[in-house]
């Protein structure tokens, strides 16, 4: 993402300046547009001021929705839905709280609890010994503790998103933006073959469809991105 700063003229003559975070300048104006869509304010320029800006809290909800929607579309029994299990309330939380969290660092901390209460059963035999228990007690309740720590570990391990799964997700949003870049190129063929009569229904749906496919282009860009980042 990027940071935009952009200078406009209000009616009265007197000019102003705001910062969008955005993926594209593009995308900065119409985020402008839609914050003054009540003003009168007018773009005279956008400077880009800063790059690789963080997203903001809003742009990663929307993110998350969008990914969600690819995901549901699979269908919920799908490999892509069941790898992705747990991972976007773990993504929510993420954001409300502004943690930096995952699954992965989810199951290692699980790890390093069965690693700790292994040393504690260690401890414990070896004091359960001293004491001269039944041997077989111990055992079973030894048993016991390390099969409780050990599903615990594998259903956090069988909830990780790992990288064939991002990539699989990656593949699915880069079929729908090619096919939103043929659906662009399309459209402005038709504009140019409808452009001597502006004012037919032809010319005004192939303009409509044109900025349609554009603006869902666009949005698809910015979640490769963000998918790109979460692969990382």
Known sequence: MNTYEITFQRENGTTGTDRFVAS???????DFKEVYRHGNGTITSVELVVENTPA???????ALEQIKKIVESLGKDSYIATAFEGCFDLAEENIENDWACSMKQRVEAAEKKVEEAEKQTAALEKK?????????DIRDALEREKENHSRSVSSLRQRTLNIEDTDA?????????????????ETAERIVSA?????????????????SAKRAKEKYDALLERLARLKD
């Open 195 to 211: 452009a001597e009569e502006t004012e037919s229904a032809a010319f005004k749906n192939a303009v409509s469809d044109h900025r």
């Open 128 to 136: 359960l010994k001293l004491k001269e228990l039944d041997e077989r």
């Open 24 to 30: 594209t300048e593009a995308q900065a104006r119409r």
């Open 169 to 185: 997700v990656i593949a699915l949003v880069l079929e729908r933006v090619a096919a939103l870049s043929n659906e662009v190129k």
């Open 56 to 62: 903001t809290k809003e742009q990663e909800r929307k």
